[in-house]
Antibody
Framework: QLQLQESGPGLVKPSETLSLTCTVS??????????WDWIRQPPGKGLEWIGS???????YYTPSLLSRVTISVDTSKSQFSLELSSVTAADTAVYYC????????????WGQGTMVTVS | DIVMTQSPDSLAVSLGERATINCKSSQSVLYSSNNKYHLAWYQQKPGQPPKLIIY???TRESGVPDRFSGSGSGTDFTLTISNLQAEDVAVYYC??????????FGPGTKVNIK
């Protein structure tokens, strides 16, 4: 069964760049049916979709973060990554990687999430 | 920008009774390529990632109990939990897919036991 696992620093200083990686196991990151996503959740708050990437490298980002976010993919390592620049305390959140199916556009598999604190 | 709203913010329902959660989008979620409503519902329990329970507004994800049902059209959608069980205590989120390839979420509805 396909699994996703986030990794990266749990603490980032203000104005620096947050970098996280999601490792895909038990399935192929190059499946044509799926996109790979980053979603975040500030403590005690709701969910915010950050962006998606297809295995070919096509990306889609939420407009509010467009100037600061980059998502990339490394198919040889079955990984995709998130970079968020110029972070502030408002970027403190649990960051989830997830997968969505291109036909029904819902997130069917999620990682466990990783807490990132900006301080 | 698309705005998703949910009501109520929270509700308490007796075991075995029905819980109804509403979700409204500021724009239609009908996707012309397959004539489906791209509206999904998720359940999130404390300390866990969200779990997909409904997609295409009314299709249950595999393994989801049939007491969960989704309905609606246009911009107004409903998640119904019939015969509420203790394990259904969670926050429920709706999520839309927009043709600009973005995925707004609703603010969430917390379901508790009365």
């Amino acid at each position: 069964q396909l699994q996703l696992q986030e990794s990266g620093p749990g603490l980032v200083k203000p104005s620096e760049t947050l970098s996280l990686t999601c490792t895909v196991s038990g399935g192929s990151i190059t499946s044509s049916a799926y996109y790979w996503d980053w979603i975040r959740q500030p403590p005690g708050k709701g969910l915010e979709w950050i962006g998606s990437i297809y295995y070919s490298g096509n990306t889609y980002y939420t407009p509010s973060l467009l100037s600061r976010v980059t998502i990339s993919v490394d198919t040889s390592k079955s990984q995709f990554s998130l970079e968020l620049s110029s972070v502030t305390a408002a970027d403190t959140a649990v960051y989830y990687c997830a997968r969505h199916h291109s036909q029904y556009n819902a997130f069917d598999i999620w990682g466990q999430g990783t807490m990132v604190t900006v301080s | 920008d698309i705005v998703m709203t949910q009501s109520p913010d929270s509700l308490a329902v007796s075991l075995g009774e029905r819980a109804t959660i509403n979700c409204k989008s500021s724009q239609s979620v009908l996707y012309s390529s397959n004539n489906k409503y791209h509206l999904a519902w998720y359940q999130q329990k404390p300390g866990q990632p969200p779990k997909l329970i409904i997609y295409w507004a009314s299709t249950r994800e595999s393994g989801v109990p049939d007491r969960f049902s989704g309905s609606g059209s246009g911009t107004d959608f409903t998640l119904t939990i019939s015969n509420l069980q203790a394990e259904d205590v969670a926050v429920y989120y709706c999520q839309q897919y927009d043709s600009s390839s973005i995925f707004p979420f609703g603010p969430g509805t917390k379901v508790n036991i009365k």
